[in-house]
């Protein structure tokens, strides 16, 4: 029959062919049109099907998970009620329960779930990363300690996403051995935000922080690590932070990594070692005491603005109204705005508040900044 | 040859372009729908709570330009401060308003007058009051002379003191965890600059105390219309550009932008109508130039619900606008043009933007003439002529409905059936008459920008949620902050 039609084109002219391809180009595209809105129309039923169905299930399985949880009923009164082809909707169920649980409860929702977790030990197989993602969340929530060694090899996945996962369900299960794996493999993360993997670290506990001190000061470790770590001692509030803080900053080069700054061009990425002594002196602006501060004092002259604001804060902070009240009342006026909001705050907590109150009612274009820092 | 084989070769080639067109609007949506599915199977793993509990996700300046939005300020600042983020600020920026949009917010939220020292100097109007609320802290109000939407931007972004900050219309209502699913990725990809998300039509829903409580279509057929061009928009060209790492407009609606990069690049331009567009190319260029990592993303799932024009009058005024933008940013950007040094933006996004997007109106509506002069003078047989109609309404219907299915297949908005229906239905209904219009108001934005008009149009606001009919007047300033959304078709 195609045979047959082809023929008969072909003895047909040039305008005749064009009308014909136009002509199955139409019904082509009537008929993906068709097919798409039956698609969409049965998938909105298969959804709702879905909505309803779950939700049966969710009443049918909620009373008595809330009685097995009171330990009014036996774990297997709701083992019961799990018929073959719900066992994911089960698993997805507790999953949900679990999130929210602690302690005992929470032991209990994973002995309900361990009978039915090796059916998202397959997943993690498969080539889809989201799916990997999610059983690997799956198994971490409901059988860390069992799928742990699952857990270690998934930190090591192609999938950035799939190894952040591993790495952020490990860090919810806290301990020191985790902490190790995970700092390990910390390169691997490098396009995540400092602060994010830096809160991660240090949601580990206190436990955890002579193996971050460890690399934060190993010299040969890679300095944006060694940021990483740095912000999440200082987040844990380890009291020798700042004295490593300082040996950091005199074993790095300031005048280089100033220079690498030189015009604040670089937005998105700030290099590794500016990084590093961005947080050393985020460390000392929070922990430091005056003996940490000779070095910071000379900071206040980096040509790298973001170093200058930072060293005035810590001044600020740590520092002592008499010497280094000059040093802040000076950089009010430095040429970088950030500088000089920096510099206004440090003046308040120095309790210096006499230079702000002569520049908010003086014409100065800093006047703005001196009234509303004197407000705050 | 003659002219009618002049005529012949222009419809054949009208015919190639259309072809060429809806093609790429088709496969776009199939690339949409590939990532769409990856991200959402993504957004499974993700738990915005533990987000939320953490100390990470940055902190993010919310700055939201209003001229005379006395009727939907309310409830927009309130549906922003019912946000959940851990740490964030509002900034209101008063266009200088000739309505009681200042009035209202101080009333509302016991503004005082207050410092606030600006920690960037692009230049500006005059701002002549900074206020902050007593109620609620994070509130700020920056009161200036009237500039225009880019320039209330620009003094926004001068008074931001946060690494991130999200442009956004002071009519437009974010859903409450709209700016932690958009803010997330800037902590997953350090090198991320910019991230859009999707603006939906808030005509027909009911929005209280800056909430959203129900989900319908709009009542006129007008608005419906539009609802399916966003969804054609955001969910398949956008989407389907943001598979290719190829985006080239986040919506002044609802934007993040790394506030370091915007500063670098001098902000928005207050002298072009398409400012939010022309800021996204020329972040491309800049990092392109300098040859830094950057990305620029689209996220489809943070919402920003808007209102959309009601009335033939605005639609065409916004359209034309709309047009005049982007003409705007790619002419002022035109050496990006294939230029291999702008890599996939140069020489894929801004090609197919500059040659469908901008041309685009102008050659369909040649195309128009060309054939019903075929058509009158007798040059065009009845069959070729039903064909040639018969392809363009396949081709739109089948794009319109596979932007539904995508719209079903992910976030599933519109929870009734009759509205999916209705959908469907418009999908059919739109190919006769309304797109046509659509070319139209884009052939004069054309013309608009050949004649240099500056002119934002005006934007008749009902206010959310009050099925109110015969809104009023309220922005007819030839600089004002209306409403901005690009292209949807």
């Known amino acids: 029959m195609l045979r047959e039609i082809l023929d008969l084109l072909v003895e047909r002219s040039l305008q005749d062919q064009a009308f014909f391809v136009l002509l199955v180009l139409i019904v082509l595209l009537v008929l993906a049109a068709v097919a798409f809105a039956v698609f969409t129309v049965a998938l909105r039923y298969r ?32 083992l019961d009620r799990v018929r073959g082809e719900d066992r994911r909707y089960f698993v997805d169920f507790l999953l ?34 989201g799916r990997r993602a999610w059983a690997i969340q799956t198994l971490a929530t ?41 700092l390990g493999r910390l390169h691997r993360y490098v396009l995540w935000s400092r602060s994010f993997l830096a809160e991660m670290l240090s949601s580990l506990g206190a436990d955890v922080a002579p193996d971050l001190a460890a690399v934060y000061r190993d010299p040969d470790e890679r300095p944006g690590v060694r940021a990483i770590c740095g912000e999440a001692l200082m987040q844990i509030g380890l009291p020798g932070s700042a004295d490593m803080a300082v040996d950091v900053l005199e074993s790095t080069d300031l005048e280089a990594v100033a220079e690498e700054a030189e015009d604040t061009a670089e937005v998105t990425h700030f290099g590794d070692e500016r990084e590093l002594v961005i947080t050393s002196l985020r460390i000392l602006e929070e922990l430091g005491r005056p003996e940490h501060l000779p070095l910071v004092r000379e900071l206040t002259e980096s040509m790298d603005p ?6 005035v804060s810590v001044l600020g902070r740590a520092g002592e109204p008499d010497e280094d009240g000059p040093r802040v009342i000076s950089a009010l006026h430095d040429p970088s705005p950030w500088v000089a909001l920096h510099a206004a705050r440090s003046l308040r907590e120095l309790g210096l508040t006499g230079e702000l109150e002569r520049l908010a009612h003086s014409d100065s274009v800093r006047a703005d900044l001196a009234r509303e820092v004197l407000s705050a | 040859m003659s002219g009618w084989d002049v005529l012949h070769a222009f419809n054949l080639f009208i015919l190639g372009y259309f072809f060429v067109l809806n093609a790429s609007y088709l496969v776009m949506n199939f690339m949409a729908f590939r990532e769409l599915r990856r991200y959402a199977e993504r957004l499974k793993t993700v738990r915005l709570e533990s987000f939320m509990r953490s100390v990470a996700p940055p902190p993010v300046t919310l700055v939201a330009p209003a001229y005379n939005e006395e009727l939907t300020c309310l409830e927009s600042v309130r549906a922003l401060l019912a946000l959940e983020y851990p740490e964030y600020e509002v900034l209101v920026v008063n266009d200088g308003s000739t309505d009681a949009t200042l009035d209202v917010l101080r009333q509302a939220f016991e503004l005082t007058p207050a410092s606030r020292f600006p920690t960037a100097r692009i230049p500006t109007e005059p701002v002549r009051q900074v206020w902050r609320s007593r109620t609620h802290p994070n509130l700020w109000v920056v009161d200036k002379e009237n500039g ?17 900050f999200c442009a956004m219309d002071a009519d437009s209502v974010l859903e409450r965890e709209a700016l932690i699913r958009l803010a997330r990725p800037f902590m997953e990809d350090v090198s991320l600059v910019a991230a859009g998300g999707i603006v939906r039509i808030a005509n027909g829903c009911t929005i209280r105390d800056g909430m959203l409580e129900q989900i319908r279509l709009p009542e006129t057929l007008l608005a419906r219309f539009q609802v399916l061009e966003y969804l054609r928009a955001f969910l398949g060209g956008r989407m389907g550009w943001d598979a290719l790492h190829a985006t080239l407009i986040i919506s002044g609606a609802f934007g993040v932008f790394r506030r370091s990069a915007v500063v670098e690049v001098g902000g ?18 800049h990092f392109r130039e300098k040859e830094e990592p950057y990305t620029i993303r689209y996220i489809p799932d943070p919402v920003a619900w808007t209102e959309c024009p009601e009335s033939v009058r605005v639609l065409g005024g916004q359209r034309d606008r709309w047009q005049r933008g982007l003409i705007e940013s790619l002419t002022r950007n035109a050496r990006m043009l294939f230029n291999p040094t702008y890599g996939r933006i140069g020489m894929l996004a801004f090609p197919y933007f500059f040659f469908f997007e901008m041309l685009g109106p102008i050659i369909e ?48 908005r519109y929870p009734r059936l009759r509205d999916l229906l209705r959908l469907f239905w ?37 206010g959310f949620g009050t099925g109110d009919t015969g809104g009023t007047p309220t922005d007819d300033s030839p600089r004002g902050s209306a409403p901005d959304e690009e292209d949807g078709a």
Not at chain 1, 98 to 127: C, F, I, M, N, W
Not at chain 1, 142 to 147: A, V
Not at chain 2, 272 to 283: I, P, S
């Open chain 1, 47 to 78: 959804n709702t099907q879905r909505e309803r169905r779950w939700i049966r299930l969710e009443e049918k399985w909620e009373s008595v998970l809330l009685d097995v949880l009171a330990g009014d009923a036996p774990p297997e009164t709701l």
């Open chain 1, 96 to 129: 949900r329960y679990a999130r929210h649980l602690k302690g005992q409860e929470l032991e209990t929702v994973r002995t309900l779930a361990a009978p039915y977790l090796d059916l998202s030990l397959t997943e993690v197989e498969t080539p889809n990363p």
């Open chain 1, 142 to 182: 409901l059988g860390p300690r069992r799928y742990r060694s699952t857990l270690v090899e998934a930190l090591d996945d192609p999938s950035p996403v799939v190894a952040m996962v591993a790495a952020r369900s490990m860090t919810e299960e806290r301990g020191p051995d985790s902490a190790r794996e995970i």
């Open chain 1, 306 to 311: 973001v170093l200058r604001s930072l060293a």
């Open chain 2, 148 to 164: 225009g939407k880019a320039d209330a931007l620009n003094a926004g972004i001068n008074y931001c003191r946060t690494p991130l």
């Open chain 2, 268 to 285: 928005y331009r207050p002298d072009t109508v398409g400012e939010d567009m022309e800021l996204v190319v020329r972040l491309h260029r």
């Open chain 2, 365 to 412: 509506m040649g195309g128009y003439v060309a054939f019903l002069v075929a058509v009158f003078t007798g040059n065009a047989s009845n069959l070729y002529v039903f064909t040639f109609l018969a392809l363009a309404v396949a081709f739109g219907v089948t794009i319109s409905i596979t932007s539904v299915a995508l719209e079903e297949l992910t976030f599933r």
């Open chain 2, 426 to 462: 418009l999908a059919i209904l739109e190919n006769f008459g309304y797109r046509q219009l659509i070319t139209f108001w884009r052939v004069r934005g054309v013309v608009s920008k050949l004649r240099r008009v500056e002119s934002w149009g005006i934007m008749e606001r009902t």
